[in-house]
């Protein structure tokens, strides 16, 4: 770097003074020294002088080129050791990188394992749930049951005392031939009573469809004994009864009881919500006996929703919300009952009312494939659709064609009427009255 600088210096000088020559008159030179003083005549103290300065700045550049040096010595191992410093740093980021992304691992099994045992406690809680319940419906049955016995014994006293007085004013033999009949309806009813008090049976069960327990409505009579509680069939045989869950016996005198949400005299056989408690993907027995708690999610079950529209004709309603609304629309129709399981509760409905709020979503007449009326009930192990898959399978139980128009069982739900758009459904609820009170 210094003699490139006294190189640079060194050639500005003689182009300095080359221009600086002056014009000399003589047109010939005879010798070295006058050419020389015709050509450079006062170049000497120039020179002497532009030596001089050179000479500094020569001493200046070599001045600045040994402390840049001196500087460079002195900083260069630092910025060595800096480079080595980011190199360390750079590998243990590294090796951190590596360990956080271990732990990240570790973490996110440790969370799916913790997810699986919520799981395994929330089902755990809801089996403890229900058992808890059932207890407690059983304490109330026991009570019931102790009730109607307590009931059927104020019978017997009654008959005891009518038969002691019919003893006392006995005059002929009709007389005692009523006091034989007295004695035999004692009779059959004490042994009633005993079978009741041995066998534990209570009169107003509980559903397999729910843990609640209905309220008895149920008229006890002395005329006979073998036939004491007379169930309504529906609940438009109850006469002013509230909002609410009963018992009812549909089908013949012998039927078993079940116990049935009542509206109004409108029996309630579905109740559904979007994003509800209750899974309505269930098998062919669960909807056969029915599932869910009669005070909100619920499928009645379908023998007992067959049994209910054999005994008589039904009419049906449909109500529901749009999601994300409160207002509830009807579609009513004039005739509904389903058939028996071995033609697997093949849906029979007619009769849109045209004073429906909501279009006519069971008789889908524009396509084909989308008609509910005369299908079969399908679930997800029972198919028995008219499509070449599975409609139910990811749905729910419903009378499916090939697949569905509406459908408000399944976790979708939905009401897709003839001619009209697709509702997505929020809330559901399908209710029987009989046509012939």
Known sequence: MYSTVQHIISAAVLILVYFEVPVCGQSTVDSNDALGTCLFPSSQPNLDKLSDEVSILATKVDLVQRTINEEISEKLPKVCNISDVIRGLRGAIERQTGDLNRVNTQVTNLLGVIRGQQSVISQQNAALTDVTTQLGNLTITLQEQQTIMAREREDVATLHASVEHLTNVS????????????????????????????????????????????????????????????????????????????????????????????????????????????????????????????????????????????????????????????????????????????????????????????????????????????????????????????????????????????????????????????ILLGQTRMMLIRKYP
């Open 171 to 422: 005059q002929g033999g009709a007389e005692k031939q009523d006091v034989r009949s007295l004695e035999e309806k004692i009779d059959n009813l004490t042994k009633l009573i005993q079978d009741l008090i041995s066998e534990r049976k209570p009169y107003t069960t509980v559903s397999s469809a729910t843990n609640e327990t209905a309220t008895p409505v149920v008229k006890t009579t002395t005329s006979t004994i073998t036939q004491h509680i007379n169930y309504p069939s529906d609940c438009g045989e109850i006469s002013g009864a509230p909002t609410g869950v009963y018992t009812i016996r549909a089908g013949t005198n012998t039927s078993r009881p079940f116990n049935v949400t009542c509206e109004l005299g409108w029996t309630v056989i579905q109740a559904h919500t979007y994003q509800g408690n209750v899974d309505f993907n269930k098998s062919w027995e669960e909807y056969k006996n029915g599932f869910g708690n009669l005070t909100s999610e619920f499928w009645l079950g379908n023998e007992k929703i067959y049994r209910l529209t054999s005994q008589s004709q039904y009419k049906l309603r449909v109500e529901f919300t749009k999601r994300g609304q409160v207002g509830w629309y009807r579609v009513l129709y004039d005739h509904f009952f389903i058939e028996d399981e071995s033609d697997n509760y093949r849906l029979n409905v007619s009769g849109y009312d045209s004073t429906s709020t909501a279009g006519n979503g069971l008789q889908y007449d524009t396509f084909p494939g989308r008609h509910h009326n005369g299908q079969q009930f399908s679930t997800y192990d029972r198919d028995n659709d008219q499509a070449p898959g599975h409609c139910a399978i990811t749905r729910a139980g419903w009378w499916y064609d090939n697949c569905v128009s509406s459908d408000l069982n399944r976790a979708n739900m939905h009401w897709h009427a003839d001619g009209h758009p697709v």
